[in-house]
C-alpha cells in the first residue's frame, strides 16, 4: 500500500491542502478563501476561527477528493502565511483578538521606540532581521498593551503564536504550544545563532517567556492529529514558514542554491549553508530549515511589485485583459523600444530601500503602444529579481549556477526566458509548481521515513521547463544599463 502524505498550506487569503503520493506526485488539492478584514487604513486582520475551520474543511475535502484512505496516510505537513500573529486563552483556546496579518503596518510606533532604545543594530545582528512593523513582535506588543493583558501573559494564561502555532494547538492531541525554527525566525524575537528568544527584545517590548511556544525542528512528529479530524491519529511531522517551505520544495538543499517565487511580489532565497551571512545589502537573514539537530540559513530578499504590475495593466490601465495577455503582446515586438517601468508604486525595496521612489514610465517616444507597456513590465519583474540576486551573490560571494522558480507569474514564458537572459544563468520551473506545499509533504514525510534521507528526495524534484539565456553579453548589459537609470530617475521623487 502506497503511503501518502497531506499539505495543509495556510495562505494569507485561503487554506488549502494537497495531497502527495511518496513519489511527490499531486494526486488531489482543495482550497477554501476567507475574508480579509480591514479596521482602518493601513490595518489587517483575519478571523482566527476561519482560519482553523478552513484548513480543517480544506484538509478533509483534499483526502476524500483523493481516494485516499487515512490509513494510508504517513503524514501531515503544515506550512503558513508567515508573521501573522495570534493571542488567545490557554485554557479554552478563544482567541482574545482577531489575527494580525503580516501586512498591517499598526505597531510602526514600536518599530521607533525599539530604534530610540538604540537596538537597530541589535536587531540586524541577532534576529538577522531590519526593524519592521512586518514581523510579529511589535505585532504581539501592540495587543498586550491595547487589551491590556500583560499580567495574565505572565502568568501563563495566554497563548501567543504565529499561525503554525494557532494550528498545531487546536489540531494535534494534548494541545502542544510549539513553534518551527523557520517561523520563530520571522517573529523579530528568536536569537537565529543560539535558536532560543533574545532576552534582550523581550525585555524591550515587557513580552513575557511565559507566553511564548516551545521552538521545534522543522522537520519532527509534534503529536498526532486528533481523531476525528481524518478518523485516525495521524502524526503532523513538519511546521514550516510558507517560502522556506517553498525553497526545500524546489530542492534548494545545497549552499548557493536559489528559488524565486513569482507571485503578487517576489520572494527570493538563497540557501547559504549552516551558518547565517549578514548581510550588508538590505537582505535578510533568516533559518531555513532545522531537520534532526541540523540548522540551515537562507538569505531572501523581496520584490514589492511583481505580478502586481501587471494587474496595474489590467485594472488601471486597461491594457490587457488578463495577465495571460502580457505575454503574447511582449512578444510582439522585439525589444522594449527603449522603454522602461519602475513599479515603485510603494518606493524601492532591497538593495535600495527608499519609501520615497514612485512608480516611473521612462523612454516613450510616438512610437510607443501597448506592447512596449506590457513588455516593460514584464522587464521590471526580472530586472528586480536580478538585483536582488546580485545583492545575494556580493553577500555571501556564491554565484548561482541556475534559478529554480515557481508562483503564478512562471508560467508567462517570455519572463522566464527574460529573466535568465537578465541573469545568464538558466531558469528551472518544476513539473510540480505547488512547491510550498511539496516542501511541507516532503519535510513531513522526511520525519517519519517515507523518504529515509535527504538523498532519497532527490527524484521527487524534476524540472518541466529548463531554459538557457539566449541574449549576448553586449545586449544584457545594455539592459541592464538602461534599467540602473530608470531606477535612478525613480527614486527620491517624494520630497519630504
Given at each position: 500500500?502506497?503511503?501518502?502524505?497531506?499539505?495543509?498550506?495556510?495562505?494569507?487569503?485561503?487554506s488549502?491542502?494537497?495531497?502527495?503520493?511518496?513519489?511527490?506526485?499531486?494526486?488531489a488539492?482543495?482550497g477554501?478563501?476567507?475574508?480579509?478584514?480591514?479596521?482602518?487604513?493601513?490595518?489587517?486582520?483575519?478571523?482566527?476561527?476561519?482560519?482553523?475551520?478552513?484548513?480543517?474543511?480544506?484538509?478533509?475535502?483534499?483526502?476524500?477528493?483523493?481516494?485516499?484512505?487515512?490509513?494510508?496516510?504517513?503524514?501531515?505537513?503544515?506550512?503558513?502565511?508567515?508573521e501573522?500573529?495570534?493571542?488567545?486563552?490557554?485554557?479554552?483556546?478563544?482567541p482574545?483578538?482577531?489575527?494580525i496579518?503580516?501586512?498591517?503596518?499598526?505597531?510602526?510606533?514600536?518599530?521607533?521606540?525599539?530604534?530610540?532604545?538604540?537596538?537597530?543594530?541589535?536587531?540586524?545582528?541577532?534576529?538577522?532581521?531590519?526593524?519592521?512593523?512586518?514581523?510579529?513582535?511589535?505585532?504581539?506588543?501592540?495587543?498586550?498593551d491595547t487589551?491590556?493583558?500583560?499580567e495574565?501573559?505572565?502568568?501563563?494564561?495566554?497563548?501567543?503564536?504565529?499561525?503554525?502555532?494557532?494550528?498545531?494547538?487546536?489540531?494535534?492531541?494534548?494541545?502542544?504550544?510549539?513553534t518551527?525554527?523557520?517561523?520563530?525566525s520571522?517573529?523579530?524575537?528568536?536569537?537565529?545563532?543560539?535558536?532560543?528568544?533574545?532576552?534582550?527584545?523581550?525585555?524591550?517590548?515587557?513580552?513575557?517567556?511565559?507566553?511564548?511556544?516551545?521552538?521545534v525542528?522543522?522537520?519532527?512528529?509534534?503529536?498526532?492529529?486528533?481523531?476525528?479530524?481524518?478518523?485516525?491519529?495521524?502524526?503532523?511531522?513538519?511546521?514550516?514558514?510558507?517560502?522556506?517551505?517553498?525553497?526545500?520544495?524546489?530542492?534548494?538543499?545545497?549552499?548557493?542554491?536559489?528559488?524565486?517565487?513569482?507571485?503578487?511580489?517576489?520572494f527570493?532565497?538563497?540557501?547559504?549553508?549552516?551558518?547565517?551571512?549578514?548581510?550588508?545589502?538590505?537582505?535578510?537573514?533568516?533559518?531555513?530549515?532545522?531537520?534532526?539537530?541540523?540548522?540551515?540559513?537562507?538569505?531572501e530578499?523581496?520584490?514589492?511589485?511583481?505580478?502586481?504590475?501587471?494587474?496595474?495593466?489590467?485594472?488601471?490601465?486597461?491594457?490587457?485583459?488578463?495577465?495571460?495577455?502580457?505575454?503574447?503582446?511582449?512578444?510582439?515586438?522585439?525589444?522594449?523600444?527603449?522603454?522602461?517601468?519602475?513599479?515603485?508604486?510603494?518606493?524601492?525595496?532591497?538593495?535600495?530601500?527608499?519609501?520615497?521612489?514612485?512608480g516611473?514610465?521612462?523612454?516613450?517616444?510616438?512610437?510607443?503602444?501597448?506592447?512596449?507597456?506590457?513588455?516593460?513590465?514584464?522587464?521590471?519583474?526580472?530586472?528586480?529579481?536580478?538585483?536582488?540576486?546580485?545583492?545575494?551573490?556580493?553577500?555571501?560571494?556564491?554565484?548561482?549556477?541556475?534559478?529554480?522558480?515557481?508562483?503564478?507569474?512562471?508560467?508567462?514564458?517570455?519572463?522566464?526566458?527574460?529573466q535568465?537572459?537578465?541573469?545568464?544563468?538558466?531558469?528551472?520551473?518544476?513539473?510540480?509548481?505547488?512547491?510550498?506545499?511539496?516542501?511541507?509533504?516532503?519535510?513531513?514525510?522526511?520525519?517519519?521515513?517515507?523518504?529515509p534521507?535527504?538523498?532519497?528526495?532527490?527524484?521527487?524534484?524534476?524540472?518541466?521547463?529548463?531554459?538557457?539565456?539566449?541574449?549576448?553579453?553586449?545586449?544584457?548589459?545594455?539592459?541592464?544599463?538602461g534599467?540602473?537609470?530608470?531606477?535612478?530617475?525613480?527614486?527620491?521623487?517624494?520630497?519630504?
Amino acid at each position: 500500500m502506497d503511503r501518502c502524505v497531506v499539505a495543509m498550506d495556510q495562505g494569507t487569503t485561503s487554506s488549502r491542502a494537497v495531497v502527495f503520493d511518496s513519489r511527490g506526485k499531486m494526486l488531489a488539492q482543495h482550497g477554501i478563501e476567507f475574508a480579509q478584514i480591514y479596521p482602518q487604513p493601513g490595518w489587517v486582520e483575519h478571523d482566527p476561527r476561519a482560519i482553523l475551520d478552513t484548513q480543517l474543511e480544506s484538509l478533509r475535502l483534499a483526502v476524500r477528493q483523493s481516494g485516499v484512505s487515512p490509513a494510508q496516510i504517513a503524514a501531515v505537513g503544515l506550512t503558513n502565511q508567515r508573521e501573522t500573529t495570534l493571542l488567545w486563552d490557554r485554557s479554552t483556546g478563544l482567541p482574545v483578538h482577531n489575527a494580525i496579518v503580516w501586512q498591517c503596518r499598526r505597531s510602526a510606533p514600536y518599530v521607533e521606540k525599539l530604534r530610540a532604545m538604540g537596538l537597530d543594530s541589535h536587531i540586524r545582528q541577532t534576529t538577522g532581521l531590519i526593524p519592521d512593523a512586518y514581523f510579529s513582535a511589535t505585532k504581539l506588543a501592540w495587543l498586550l498593551d491595547t487589551l491590556h493583558l500583560r499580567e495574565r501573559a505572565r502568568a501563563g494564561e495566554l497563548c501567543f503564536g504565529t499561525v503554525d502555532t494557532w494550528l498545531a494547538w487546536h489540531m494535534v492531541a494534548g494541545r502542544p504550544h510549539v513553534t518551527d525554527v523557520s517561523n520563530a525566525s520571522r517573529t523579530m524575537l528568536l536569537n537565529i545563532h543560539t535558536l532560543d528568544w533574545d532576552d534582550t527584545l523581550l525585555d524591550a517590548l515587557d513580552i513575557p517567556r511565559a507566553v511564548l511556544p516551545r521552538v521545534v525542528d522543522t522537520a519532527g512528529v509534534v503529536g498526532d492529529l486528533d481523531a476525528a479530524i481524518l478518523g485516525r491519529p495521524i502524526p503532523l511531522a513538519a511546521m514550516a514558514g510558507d517560502q522556506q517551505a517553498a525553497l526545500f520544495g524546489q530542492a534548494c538543499h545545497s549552499p548557493g542554491m536559489v528559488k524565486n517565487t513569482y507571485g503578487t511580489g517576489c520572494f527570493l532565497l538563497m540557501h547559504t549553508g549552516e551558518q547565517p551571512v549578514t548581510s550588508e545589502n538590505g537582505l535578510l537573514s533568516t533559518v531555513a530549515w532545522r531537520i534532526a539537530g541540523k540548522t540551515a540559513y537562507a538569505l531572501e530578499g523581496s520584490v514589492f511589485v511583481a505580478g502586481a504590475a501587471l494587474q496595474w495593466l489590467r485594472d488601471e490601465m486597461g491594457i490587457i485583459q488578463c495577465a495571460a495577455d502580457s505575454e503574447a503582446l511582449a512578444s510582439s515586438i522585439p525589444d522594449n523600444g527603449g522603454v522602461y517601468l519602475v513599479p515603485a508604486f510603494t518606493g524601492l525595496g532591497a538593495p535600495y530601500w527608499d519609501m520615497y521612489a514612485r512608480g516611473t514610465l521612462l523612454g516613450l517616444t510616438r512610437g510607443t503602444g501597448r506592447a512596449h507597456v506590457a513588455r516593460a513590465a514584464l522587464e521590471a519583474i526580472a530586472y528586480q529579481s536580478a538585483d536582488l540576486l546580485r545583492a545575494m551573490a556580493q553577500d555571501s560571494g556564491v554565484h548561482p549556477p541556475q534559478l529554480r522558480v515557481d508562483g503564478g507569474a512562471s508560467a508567462n514564458g517570455f519572463l522566464l526566458q527574460f529573466q535568465a537572459d537578465m541573469l545568464g544563468i538558466p531558469v528551472l520551473r518544476p513539473r510540480v509548481i505547488e512547491t510550498t506545499a511539496l516542501g511541507a509533504a516532503l519535510l513531513a514525510g522526511l520525519a517519519v521515513g517515507v523518504w529515509p534521507d535527504m538523498d532519497a528526495l532527490a527524484g521527487v524534484w524534476q524540472p518541466d521547463v529548463h531554459l538557457p539565456p539566449r541574449m549576448d553579453a553586449a545586449r544584457r548589459q545594455a539592459n541592464a544599463h538602461g534599467w540602473t537609470r530608470a531606477v535612478a530617475r525613480s527614486r527620491g521623487w517624494i520630497e519630504g
